[in-house]
């Protein structure tokens, strides 16, 4: 496949400076599809130009050009290299670029990705084209300030339903060679990496709302899987929050959202037509509300998106958090608002926040705003500051300014700024206007400095139990000293027949290095005194000796599910930062978690207990294992039949179960033997089951076989990789890793071999393939795209080698000269290997 064009800021600038682009009309040839690799595209673009008799470049990674006329003059072709873009001189006023190519079908995400469904064997396309892979579809200016109309017109077989940006304007079936060819409304104008392309016979069910066509779309072997009034009914709730607030309709005649097969992403904003992870998102099996809301998270994220991003498009990628800070923050905002998922703030808190906070204490951190040289730069800051950091941030701008003049700022900003492109700068004048308060200092210290704050109290109490001092210290990274001001709520807790009820809140401002808090002076001490109570700002949070003790008893008898994901935060963090036991962290999930009644909260937590065996002393981590393995046993049994909980807890008992007993009971499920009543042992449960037994070399590798042989699917495909990745045995470690590292295997594949390739009790199997990784980092990232690249630095990380060895190791390779992005994946994960090892030494000694 043809490599792509990395396009620096300068060149975008000085592009953006010489060019108007009017509009494109793209024509696809998409019926070879069975027969080749390739297919046909051709571009013309009408633009003028403010220099007469300049040049410019237009990318397009085709695997060759057939013919290209400027002004109807032969383009010189000699020179052309996919990487440079195709050179264009003798530039007219107004101008318009003809460009005939043959392109390649993707198995990577990116550019036009073809999968064969192993079902039915039909063929699914779907287009993926951030961060500029526009290019490898048809001739682009591809960069995000060079906005136009497009109208794309694409022939196919004709039983394939095709989906664009706009609705079809015309189909014109030729019956005598079985192809149809389907022409598009010219759209808005818009940026040419959130135009789409969807194609293949998907199965659509479709309804009108508010004057707006609703379109859902999936593989027909995924129909009855489909849930249509689950995705419509959110979906017409954030229409209708989105157009009471945000001042500007929506404004395209129809809105698609496509699930997508052996997608890379969670979701994709092109405008109009939305696609969605398949895997993640199009629920073959029972689930829990956990992932309900997700689902509906992320619906009103890519919905929020029309706006944040499509229809005021940041001018270059230094903005991208304008688009993902601003969308994240939208669609928790709009669940809690607009439908049932009113605890959305907790979920934040549990799920996207704490993901914020991992990622700004790597040493690759970054500031929320962040200049980006070129687009391949940009391609790893799709992280936890982009999203849940600047997301944050915007809730406590929010709550500084004041929801209505943070709306009234947002609504003169789209209006102002609607079908073209802005800068941060925009936005906020808007937002100071409408507020009446200065923000750039605000901005300054949040959005353009690194790194997060700890809170931690220093109290001091009287024999009498009463406090004679309590003071807040901020403690800031030696790398990122920037000391912020925090408006924090501080509660205090009382244990009282069972329950941690809140006394008092208080309201303070934290500056500096220390701030005493006067009014807690003389105050009995509570069993439970919680900074940032309400989540106000965002740091990170310690909590004092007596505190701690509270919490590892009796979070879950806090009422307000958010005061009990604040615990687990702190519990988290203080876990990583080796000052609180892996013990004493798997105590507070067999103590506490297993009566928590969030859904939500259990979900994530259940992970971090799982992730914390990881910093457990070797010695007594399977004794820490058991213990956490009875307690989800214990909760399985004690939910009610069929509940979320029931379901949620046998999946950790499952997954946390060593012994002879318990993987003869879980292998029992399998069969339908002592099934506990009301749990759905359906496909996603079986498969999470059996890759729990086949780690545990429970079973048989040809046991994967069978179960693949009942469920031939692509979701059993895909789960049957991560399963035989899991087996502990040397050949099927050498098989996964030959899978890994074929720059030719599918997306999917080398994900999921990934994902099961390194389980915690597998270091010795994985120690062999430490040195290969690290000399496959910089040849994959030469022979695969950017973002396959930088998801197999970090998915393919050997993460259970926590050694000092393998510190060793990486330090060595870290300290040879390579570019930044190359680095980024292997920096991190030494970061977190150097984590575990201090949170082991920490364990042994406690």
Same mark, same amino acid.
């Given at each position: ?27 696809? %040839? ?50 052309? %290299? ?14 318009? $670029? ?46 995000? @300030?060079?906005?136009?109309?497009? &109208? ?59 004057? =707006? ?7 027909? *072997?995924?129909?009855?899987?489909? @849930? ?6 959110? &979906? ?37 037509? =939305? ?13 829990? %509300? ?19 991003? #499509?229809?005021?498009?940041? !001018? ?88 209505? +003049? ?51 109290? @220093? ?8 406090? &004679? ?33 809140? !006394? ?23 069993? $439970? ?14 909590? #004092? ?30 876990? !990583? ?63 009610? +039949? ?14 946390? *179960? ?41 079973? +048989? ?57 390194? +389980?915690?009790?597998?270091?010795? $199997? ?28 970090? $998915? ?5 080698? =926590? ?44």
């Amino acid at each position: 496949m043809a490599a792509t064009h990395i396009l620096t800021r300068d060149e975008a600038q000085r592009r953006a400076e010489l060019l108007h682009v009017e509009s494109y009309t793209v024509e696809l %040839d998409l019926t070879g599809h069975e027969q080749g690799d390739t297919f046909g595209s051709r571009t013309a673009v009408k633009f003028s130009c403010t220099e007469p008799g300049a040049e410019t470049f237009i990318e397009i990674a085709a695997e060759r050009i057939e013919d290209a006329y400027l002004n109807g003059e032969p383009v010189d072709l000699t020179a052309f %290299d996919p990487k440079a873009g195709l050179k264009i001189t003798g530039l007219a006023a107004e101008n318009e $670029l003809v460009v005939n190519a043959v392109c390649a079908y993707s198995t990577d995400g990116q550019g036009l990705h073809r999968m064969v469904d192993p079902v039915d064997k039909e063929t699914y396309l779907y287009s993926q084209f951030e961060v500029a892979d526009a290019q490898r579809v048809y001739a682009c200016f591809d960069q995000p @300030d060079l906005k136009a109309a497009f &109208t794309f017109q694409v022939r196919t077989p004709k039983h394939w339903t095709v989906i664009s940006n706009m609705p079809a304007e015309s189909e014109t079936v030729v019956d005598e060679v079985g192809l149809k060819v389907t022409l598009f409304e010219q759209s808005v104008r818009m940026s040419p990496y959130i135009t789409a392309i969807c194609a293949g016979p998907y199965y659509g069910v479709h309804e009108e709302h508010d004057g =707006i066509g609703l379109g859902l779309y999936c593989r027909q *072997s995924m129909k009855d899987y489909l @849930d249509p009034e689950g995705v419509f009914e959110v &979906t017409r709730q954030g229409f209708d929050h989105f157009h009471e607030h945000f001042g500007v309709r929506y404004p395209l005649p129809k809105y698609d959202q496509v699930f997508a097969p052996e997608y890379n992403f969670g979701a994709m904003e092109n405008f109009g037509c =939305i696609t969605i992870a398949e895997a993640s998102f199009l629920f073959r099996s029972q689930v829990t %509300d956990f992932e309900l809301e997700q689902r509906a998270n992320v619906i009103l994220h890519e919905m929020a998106h029309m706006w944040f991003g #499509d229809l005021v498009t940041m !001018r270059w990628w230094d903005d991208l958090w304008l688009n993902e800070s601003f969308a994240e923050w939208a669609s928790h905002w709009a669940n809690v608002e607009a439908t049932r998922f009113d605890g959305a703030w907790t979920t934040f808190l549990s799920a996207r926040k704490n993901w914020g906070y991992g990622a700004d204490q790597q040493p690759t951190t970054h500031p929320v705003y962040t200049a980006a040289g070129d687009t391949e730069e940009i391609q790893a800051n799709f992280d936890g500051i982009t999203y849940s950091k600047g997301a944050s941030i915007l809730k406590q701008l929010v709550a500084y300014v004041g929801i209505d +003049p943070f709306l009234a700022g947002l609504r003169s900003y789209f209006q102002k700024h609607q079908f073209s492109n802005a800068v941060f700068q925009d936005l906020l004048g808007e937002l100071e206007a409408a507020s009446g308060k200065p923000l750039k200092d605000f901005a300054d210290t949040w959005l353009r400095t690194a790194g997060v704050s700890t809170l931690r109290p @220093d109290v001091a109490v009287d024999a009498a139990g009463n406090y &004679t001092s309590v003071t807040v210290l901020q403690e800031v990274p030696a790398e990122h000293p920037t000391h912020r001001t925090h408006r924090i709520a501080i509660g205090l807790y009382d244990l009282e027949g069972g329950a941690l009820v809140r !006394r008092d809140r208080i309201e303070v401002d934290v500056t500096g290095e220390a701030t005493e808090i006067a009014a807690l002076a003389g105050v009995k001490q509570p069993d $439970l005194l919680l900074l940032n109570d309400d989540d106000l700002t965002y740091a990170k949070l310690r909590l #004092d000796e007596r505190s701690l003790a509270t919490a590892v008893e009796h979070t879950s008898a806090l009422e307000d599910s958010l005061a009990r994901a604040l615990i687990w935060a702190a519990a988290w963090d203080m876990l !990583r930062d080796a000052e609180l036991s892996a013990t004493q962290f798997v105590a507070l999930g067999t103590k506490s978690l297993t009566t928590e009644t969030d859904i939500n909260i259990v979900t994530v937590a259940q992970r971090q207990v799982a992730g914390a065996l990881a910093y457990a002393d070797p010695a007594h981590r399977a004794a820490l294992r058991e213990s956490w393995a009875q307690a989800a046993k214990a909760a399985m049994e004690a939910a009610a +039949p069929g509940s979320d909980p029931q379901r949620s807890w046998a999946k950790a008992y499952a997954s946390a *179960s060593r012994s002879e007993a318990d993987l003869a009971r879980i292998a029992g499920w399998l069969e339908d033997r002592e099934v506990p009543e009301g749990l759905a042992v359906d496909a996603d449960l079986r498969w999470a089951l059996l890759t729990g037994l086949a780690g545990n070399g429970a079973v +048989p590798e040809d046991a994967i076989d069978a179960e693949l042989d009942r469920d031939s699917t692509a979701d059993g495909q895909r789960l049957a990789i991560i399963a035989r990745a899991v087996v502990p045995d040397a050949e099927a470690k050498q098989r996964a890793w030959e899978r890994i590292t074929d720059p030719n295997s599918e997306n999917w594949v080398r994900r999921s071999s990934m994902l099961g390739f390194a +389980p915690l009790d597998q270091a010795d $199997l994985v120690r062999p393939y430490l040195r290969p990784y690290l000399e496959a980092v910089p040849e994959l990232w030469e022979k695969l795209g950017a973002q396959q690249a930088v998801e197999f630095s970090k $998915l393919a990380f050997p993460s259970n080698l =926590i050694e000092a060895a393998t510190l060793e190791a990486l330090d060595a390779w870290l300290a040879e000269d390579r570019p930044a992005p190359v680095k980024r994946g292997v920096a991190e994960g030494r970061a977190d290997v150097a984590r575990a090892l201090k949170g082991r030494e920490l364990d042994k000694s406690a």
